[in-house]
């Protein structure tokens, strides 16, 4: 069974940086593509970016200047890194799997990391 | 970016009602398109997948139709764990874009 955990700290300053880790097991991650989503409170999902354990990456463009993705193979860890914050990035962030392709549904997600942007 | 707008926003219903929830794209995304549902403080989990394939352990009472454009989630016989959020997402094209979603609730 594969479950997937985020890890990160709950609070950050406006302007300062998001970092969040999702760590993997039950399987590598090496064979299936890795998202993060974003939920902000009452509202929708809204998708970040894709990795890929190769480090191939696809991120949304409104988003691209301030997004980072990167991958570790040895860790089975992938993380997200969001600069410059404003309190429009408090959410839930959520890390899940992309089933069987980049196109794919995603089909196993962790519990979310609750972020909160302080002024 | 594709926008996905599902219709209505939210929905009361009673235990074995019949409940259909729509989601249309602003362009063709043939079938790749997605079902979720969400109760809260949970994280999303897949029903449907490609429109009408549902994903293991997902009961028959859900189904999913329509290309295109326009798209239905029917739940035959709504049961007492069925009341939650759900929404669609479309797969056609990065980035994948999710509806707003529909709030089910008791009637």
């Known amino acids: 069974q594969v479950h997937l955990q985020e890890s990160g700290p709950g609070l950050v300053k406006a302007s300062e940086n998001l970092s969040l880790t999702c760590t993997v097991s039950?399987?590598?991650?090496?064979?299936?593509?890795w998202s993060w989503i974003r939920q902000p409170p009452g509202k929708g999902l809204e998708w970040i970016g894709n990795i890929y354990y190769n480090g191939r990456t696809d991120y949304k463009p409104s988003l691209q200047s301030r997004v980072t993705m990167s991958a570790d193979t040895s860790k089975n860890q992938f993380s997200l890194k969001l600069t410059s914050v404003t309190a429009a990035d408090t959410a839930v962030y959520y890390c899940a799997r992309l089933q069987n392709s980049r196109y794919g549904p995603m089909d196993y997600w962790g519990q979310g990391a609750v972020v909160s942007v302080s002024s | 970016d594709i926008q996905m707008t599902q219709s209505p926003s939210s929905l009361s219903a009673s235990v074995g009602d019949r409940v259909t929830i729509t989601c249309r794209a602003s362009q063709n995304i043939s079938r790749y398109l997605q079902w979720y549902q969400q109760k809260p403080g949970k994280p999303p989990a897949v029903l449907i997948y490609a429109t009408s394939i549902l994903q293991p352990g997902v009961p028959s009472r859900f189904a999913g139709s329509g290309s295109g454009t326009d798209f239905t989630l029917t739940i035959s016989s709504l049961q007492p764990e069925d009341f939650a959020t759900y929404s669609c997402q479309q797969s056609y094209n990065i980035p994948p874009t999710f509806g707003q979603g529909t709030n089910v609730d008791m009637k």
């Open positions: 039950g399987g590598p991650i090496s064979r299936h593509y």
